[in-house]
């Protein structure tokens, strides 16, 4: 049964910037969160702790963090891969922080640089730091539903990584459609097999790319399976690189219009997350990559 | 239950060709067909017989349909508005009809200029002497779902017109979202209200539009309800003339992928579709609409 009010995790300052080949101004990245808020989104991934030569997009993390106006009852996570970025992180400000692995040890190598069990060894101090310090803590799972390097992605590996993670302490798990490939009937296996392990529905939030246009069609699934967090990215950003003009994160609009459309709650206002996502089409120069940035919202859509 | 097997009923030579600014000529019209029938495209709606001056992109109509180079198991059906355009239709060979109203007096009126009443008269005579002829018939149902001019339509709408019109007896109804408006919820109220007036799943084809985002969605949730008829255009040609980039028909590319991924038979390759694709794009001028024309198969697809 699909439940009657969701939360949306919104990742486009952090995902969606990331993957753009044009760089965005701080300032610019301020009034876009500005924005996000203003819309009702109360969860805003903003920025990213990695090193500034792996990802130059988001090498200002700490002037964004340090600068952030922020609002009563929103939450700025940050990802952090590393104690090193951690101790960046707490410096600027950051009280909720994200790590993140992979389903598949290949994906993990090439994204880390690290073996999942390193991974899982190197998150150990930071969670352990966040949850002294009372922070809310999210991990995410990469390639959960299937891994550019070693093809489909057995659940069982989905299963023990999370596993890991939770046992960490983290408050959430990211289950990620990093390829953006992902079916309904891969979304019910794989979260079959995660809610068997005993990992609680309300533990997990569900991240999907629209590369191959499946995401709606994923969060609809997971919705009737009970489960209830989704990221979604403001404009449509966070395309591959390596695919220009390919989808990326599912769009923050696109999503909020089915849930009008369905009638389940979620806090957000329509055309508040267009006109922010208008502003960073603006700033990156190029048309919006989502579906109701370019047809609009329809006057039948829940208020 | 979801289906073992589905039909793809491919409109992008007429409805997606109707709805371009560019023009493209009849010699790469017929290759396109040729490559949608490589596919394994087994329908494909070919062109239309409404008047040249209301859409010149089709008004190559007649040397389409005598120059085609018909498949054996491959029907090629054609709109016909009116007992004028049978008769065109009958000339250049076609042995497959659709006529096309729509669930809202203003739609109607907008569109062909007649009643919902007046169309069914108008098509009394053209689905009979196609039933005399042993022609196979559809019906379309536009604004099935939302009307651009009275905005919610009533479920009641759709099943009126859509009694009237098997009684002229089609033996297909294709219940359009022609605004690309619906969500699950609307699909489920919708088809409930037809299969309660007693008009069988397998006497319904889904034709949906992608402009925001919902339409596989949309296919998933009436596979649920048991329909299996779809109509898709590759490439996702079709987008309204009045919001450039918009979204058009769901495109044949991305339901495949989805269908493939699901392990729902069809009988279309996604290769071949995606080599379709490109080359109408390429006659087109602009990238390709789709998702999987951005991003691409993926290896984990069903073969």
Not at 82 to 106: I, K, P, W
Not at 194 to 219: S, Y
Not at 292 to 298: E, K, M, P, S, Y
Request: glycine fraction near 10%.
């Amino acid at each position: 049964m699909a439940p009657s009010e969701v939360r949306i995790y919104e990742v486009g300052p952090r995902d969606g910037l990331q993957a753009e080949s044009t760089g965005v101004e701080t300032d610019d990245k301020l009034r876009f969160i500005q924005l996000l808020s203003n819309a009702g989104l109360r969860e805003i991934e903003t920025t990213s702790f990695v090193s500034p030569t792996a990802i130059p997009q988001l090498a200002d993390a700490d002037e964004v963090m340090r600068r952030l106006e922020r609002r009563v009852g929103v939450r700025y996570p940050v990802l952090v891969p590393n104690q090193r970025g951690m101790e960046r992180a707490l410096a600027a400000g950051a009280d909720a922080v994200c790590v993140f692995t992979a389903a598949t040890e290949s994906y993990a190598r090439h994204n880390i640089n690290m073996s999942i069990g390193e991974s899982i060894e190197a998150f150990r101090p930071v969670v352990a730091e966040a949850r002294q310090r009372g922070f809310w803590a999210r991990a995410y799972v990469s390639a959960a539903f299937g891994c550019p390097y070693e093809g489909e992605v057995p659940e069982r590996a989905v299963v023990d990584v999370s596993h890991a993670l939770m046992e960490l302490g983290v408050d959430e798990l990211a289950i990620s459609d990093t390829l953006g490939v992902a079916g309904p009937s891969d979304v019910r296996r794989v979260l079959g097999a995660v809610g068997e392990a005993g990992i609680a529905a309300d533990a997990i939030g569900l991240h999907f790319h629209d590369t191959r246009g499946t995401a709606l069609v994923n969060v609809v699934t997971a919705m009737s399976l009970g489960y209830r967090s989704f990221d979604a990215s403001t404009g449509g950003t966070g395309g591959s690189p390596f695919a220009p003009g390919s989808a990326g994160n599912l769009a923050t609009e696109d999503l909020v219009y089915l849930l009008d459309r369905e009638g389940v709650r979620h806090g957000v206002d329509l055309d508040a997350v267009l006109a922010a996502a208008s502003f960073m089409a603006d700033r990156l120069g190029r048309p919006l990559q989502s579906r109701l940035g370019r047809a609009g919202g329809w006057p039948g859509s829940v208020p």
